[in-house]
Structures are given as structure tokens and as C-alpha cells.
């Protein structure tokens, strides 16, 4: 069973403050996706990362899928208190195409 | 183009009563999928349809089940209730499957047992 460790479980810093979060497995992914939700909402999906190595740039947001697909990072920069949301992430097993391991959360809060 | 819809937003149940969950996926999207979500614990993966052909099914026991008719419009039911099934019920639809493509999320559905 692939599983997918994500960190920090809680974040809470100052606005214009720089932070990473992370998703790490031990095990490859054929793709990872980040999502944030809000309080009483569905996640949304900011990203979709397919490729080892890929970066992808959201406006402030920076997403890494590692060179060899098992770890992904999302980094924030100069946060802003519209950034606060619990921040998910999500990979594509090897042995099904109709399910996704996600990880358990980051719960962010930016503080103006 | 209209979102995913879940119905109804919020539930309160006893225990031992039985539940049924609905969602309407966008329009063209086949796949649904049904998460467990409760707090510290992620989402917790149901199963998923597509063509009304469950594909997959997550670790719950069989209190647990799901359906999807031919409008794509699915349905999840969940058996004699116990208290630990108090959580968020989030559906989501893609064109293909969840990690094929961008997969979209309802509001969810707030069950709760007492």
C-alpha cells in the first residue's frame, strides 16, 4: 500500500512570511496533485504535477515534483491570509488509475 | 457550466439508521469518486464509478455502499449508522478518473450520528 506523509500537520506565521510544506511517500507516483480546501468547501485543485523534476509556478505559489516522483513540495511566498486553507496533496498510484493516496493535510494560517 | 452538487448539505441521524447521499457530477463528467473526510485523517477514498461501474472501492466495510445511474448522477448509502461515521462526505468528478485528469469536488455533505 502506498501512503503519502505530509508535513507540517499545522502552520501559523505572519503574512509576508516565505513557508514549505511537504509530501513525501516511499513509493512512486505516476502523478501528484495539490489541492486547497476552505472551511464548508470542497478542495479545489491548484496543480497538477506529472513529470520527475517538473516546477510549476502558481503566481506566489512554487509546486516540485522530485526527480525520482515519490516527494513534492509547495512553497508560498510572502503569504497572504487569502492563502489560509488546509492544503492537500494527492498521488497517482502505480497499481490503479481509479483511486488517489492523499496525504493528510497541512492546516495553514496566515495571520495578517 | 454548473459545479458538482451534493444534496443533502447537512444530516443528523441516530444510530443504527440508515443514510443516503446524493451527487450530481458536471455535465460530461462519467467518474464519480465519494471520500470520508474527518478531521486529522485526510480524505479517506469510498470508491469511484464510472458508467455506473464501481472501478474501485476503498477499505470500509460493506455498511458502505455506492451506486451511479446512467446520468451519471450518483449515490452513496451508508447502513446502520454508528457514531464513528460522523463526517464530511465529499463527492468528486472527472471526465475520466481521479488521477487522469482535474477531478472536481462538491461542498460535501455534514453527517452526523448521535
Known amino acids: 500500500t502506498q501512503l503519502l506523509e505530509q508535513s507540517p500537520q499545522f502552520l501559523s506565521i505572519q503574512e509576508g512570511e516565505n513557508l514549505t510544506v511537504y509530501c513525501n511517500s516511499s513509493s512512486v507516483f505516476s502523478s501528484l496533485q495539490w489541492y486547497r480546501q476552505e472551511p464548508g468547501e470542497g478542495p479545489v485543485l491548484l496543480v497538477t504535477?506529472?513529470?520527475g523534476g517538473e516546477v510549476k509556478k502558481l503566481k506566489r505559489l512554487t509546486f516540485q515534483f522530485g526527480d525520482a516522483r515519490k516527494d513534492s513540495s509547495l512553497h508560498i511566498t510572502a503569504a497572504q491570509p487569502g492563502d489560509t486553507g488546509l492544503y492537500l496533496c494527492?498521488?497517482?498510484?502505480?497499481?490503479?488509475?481509479?483511486?488517489?493516496?492523499w496525504g493528510a493535510g497541512t492546516k495553514l494560517i496566515i495571520k495578517p | 457550466k454548473a459545479g458538482v452538487t451534493q444534496t443533502p448539505r447537512y444530516l443528523i441521524k441516530t444510530r443504527g439508521q440508515q443514510v443516503t447521499l446524493s451527487c450530481s457530477p458536471i455535465s460530461g463528467h462519467r467518474s464519480v469518486s465519494w471520500y470520508q473526510q474527518t478531521p486529522g485523517q485526510g480524505l479517506q477514498f469510498l470508491f469511484e464509478?464510472?458508467?455506473?461501474?464501481?472501478?474501485n472501492k476503498g477499505n470500509f466495510p460493506g455498511r458502505f455502499s455506492g451506486r451511479q445511474f446512467s446520468n451519471s448522477r450518483s449515490e452513496m448509502n451508508v447502513s446502520t449508522l454508528e457514531l464513528g461515521d460522523s463526517a464530511l462526505y465529499l463527492c468528486?468528478?472527472?471526465?475520466?478518473?481521479?488521477?487522469?485528469?482535474?477531478?472536481?469536488f462538491g461542498p460535501g455533505t455534514r453527517l452526523t450520528v448521535t
Open positions: 494527492a498521488g497517482a498510484p502505480s497499481y490503479s488509475n481509479y483511486q488517489l493516496i
Open positions: 464509478y464510472f458508467s455506473e461501474t464501481q472501478r
Open positions: 468528486a468528478s472527472s471526465l475520466a478518473g481521479p488521477s487522469a485528469g482535474a477531478q472536481y
Open positions: 504535477v506529472v513529470t
